[in-house]
């Protein structure tokens, strides 16, 4: 595709629940990236890969959450057991790395509300 | 820990009137970045610095980053509606990982 898409685009869970958000990243882009964006904040780093391998998790708030990038494409962030504070919007984002460093091209994002 | 700072938070200017947002790391970038986001969508990338004192130019938005690669601004020159937004300033820390300030949030005043 042409842009960084996301799905879905709006999702409501009740605590307790798993959920699973996707990012399908601009074709080619090796890196990859996940950010959570509280209302009215910036963006906060969750993890990122270079392809299949995930090379930083230190924004990861707990052990319940979860990501993967098995093919070095498609990735999927998994919350566990989602609490309120997991309410936000789930920004992924890519990059085609040059010799300057990263530019991002974000998706839409994924806005998780946990009742 | 390493953090991009910014500031101010938000900004209410008149339609005409200039604005400026400064970013400030505590740490050396080897470049710095700066993206727009519009109300109930999401950042977008304006452009990107790299060199020491390096000034660009975009229309009415002039971009700099300091001497010593740890500071930036953004200034919109004679604001329009459609600059409205929030920018955010971001920059590569320790292994790539790129890191966003808070944000200033501009609101224009017709």
């Known amino acids: 595709g042409a842009g960084v898409s996301q799905s879905p685009r709006y999702k409501v869970a009740k605590r307790g629940q798993d959920v699973a958000l996707r990012c399908d990243p601009i074709?080619?882009?090796?890196?990859l990236f996940w950010y959570q964006q509280a209302l009215g904040q910036g963006p906060e780093f969750l993890t990122y890969?270079?392809?299949?391998?995930?090379?930083?998790k230190s924004g990861l708030p707990s052990d319940r959450f979860f990501a993967e990038r098995p093919e070095g494409s498609v990735s999927t962030l998994k919350i566990q057991r989602t609490q309120q504070e997991d309410s936000a919007v789930y920004l992924c984002?890519?990059?085609?790395?040059?010799?300057?460093?990263?530019?991002?091209?974000f998706g839409s994002g994924t806005q998780l509300s946990v009742l | 820990g390493q953090q991009v700072m910014q500031i101010p938070q938000y900004q209410h200017v008149q339609e005409g009137e200039d604005f400026t947002t400064y970013c400030n790391s505590s740490?050396?970038?080897?470049?710095i970045q700066w993206y727009k986001q519009r109300p109930g969508g999401h950042p977008v990338f304006l452009i990107q610095?790299?060199?020491?004192?390096e000034v660009k130019k975009q229309k009415r938005l002039t971009f700099q980053f300091g001497e010593a690669k740890k500071n930036s601004s953004l200034h919109i020159t004679a604001t329009q509606t459609t600059d409205v937004g929030t920018y955010f300033c971001?920059?590569?820390?320790?292994?790539?990982?790129?890191?966003f300030g808070k944000g200033t949030r501009l609101h224009i005043l017709p």
């Open positions: 984002a890519s990059s085609l790395k040059d010799r300057f460093g990263e530019k991002l091209f």
């Open positions: 074709s080619g882009h090796v890196s």
């Open positions: 890969f270079q392809n299949e391998a995930q090379l930083d």
């Open positions: 740490t050396t970038l080897s470049n």
């Open positions: 610095l790299v060199k020491s004192g």
């Open positions: 971001a920059g590569p820390l320790r292994d790539d990982k790129i890191i």
